[in-house]
Antibody, heavy 119, light 107 residues
Framework: QLQLQESGPGLVKPSETLSLTCTVSGGSISSSSYYWGWIRQPPGKGLEWIGSIYYSGSTYYNPSLKSRVTISVDTSKNQFSLKLSSVTAADTAVYYC???????????WGQGTLVTVSS | DIQMTQSPSSLSASVGDRVTITCRASQGIRNDLGWYQQKPGKAPKRLIYAASSLQSGVPSRFSGSGSGTEFTLTISSLQPEDFATYYCLQHNSYPLTFGQGTRLEIK
């Protein structure tokens, strides 16, 4: 049973970089043709796709965040990571990591982690 | 970007009711659409993939239909555990986009 678990600071100061890691268990992050991605949800609001990384290393970002986002994979740790720079209060959200196969929608999700941007 | 317009944004219904939620895509997305249910404090759970395929383990009262630009999620007979927020997601092209959500409340 594949499981994903987000981890990282719950509080980030404005203008700093938000860094989160998703640890994958029950399967190898590099063994199959999957997309690994990040989705966020501001409190009381809807879902927003942030970006994805393919098992080959190709990345895809939401244009609204592209200048601030980096997603990377660490196959040795079976993890993938999100970095979002120059954060503001508008980046306060629950951040989810997830997996999908190339022909389908997000199926496996982490439980989500709340990141608050505040001084 | 493909815009997903979901309606209604909220809906009040009773146990046993049949309800339908619609998503319209701003351009054709074939059947590259999923439907999700989200309960407070939980991650979204996929109900339907490829517009009309029922996810394993999801009750058969949930069904999806549509292709191209018009999609519907139907719950044939509402159960108490179905009161939640529902989202559609298109994965036809980047950026992936969600509908705004439909909050299904008990009447």
């Amino acid at each position: 049973q594949l499981q994903l678990q987000e981890s990282g600071p719950g509080l980030v100061k404005p203008s700093e970089t938000l860094s989160l890691t998703c640890t994958v268990s029950g399967g190898s992050i590099s063994s199959s043709s999957y997309y690994w991605g990040w989705i966020r949800q501001p409190p009381g609001k809807g879902l927003e796709w942030i970006g994805s990384i393919y098992y080959s290393g190709s990345t895809y970002y939401n244009p609204s965040l592209k200048s601030r986002v980096t997603i990377s994979v660490d196959t040795s740790k079976n993890q993938f990571s999100l970095k979002l720079s120059s954060v503001t209060a508008a980046d306060t959200a629950v951040y989810y990591c997830a997996r999908r196969n190339p022909s389908s929608s997000w199926y496996n999700w982490g439980q989500g982690t709340l990141v608050t941007v505040s001084s | 970007d493909i815009q997903m317009t979901q309606s209604p944004s909220s809906l009040s219904a009773s146990v046993g009711d049949r309800v339908t939620i619609t998503c319209r895509a701003s351009q054709g997305i074939r059947n590259d659409l999923g439907w999700y249910q989200q309960k407070p404090g939980k991650a979204p759970k996929r109900l339907i993939y490829a517009a009309s395929s029922l996810q394993s383990g999801v009750p058969s009262r949930f069904s999806g239909s549509g292709s191209g630009t018009e999609f519907t999620l139907t719950i044939s007979s509402l159960q108490p555990e179905d009161f939640a927020t529902y989202y559609c997601l298109q994965h036809n092209s980047y950026p992936l986009t969600f509908g705004q959500g439909t909050r299904l409340e008990i009447k």
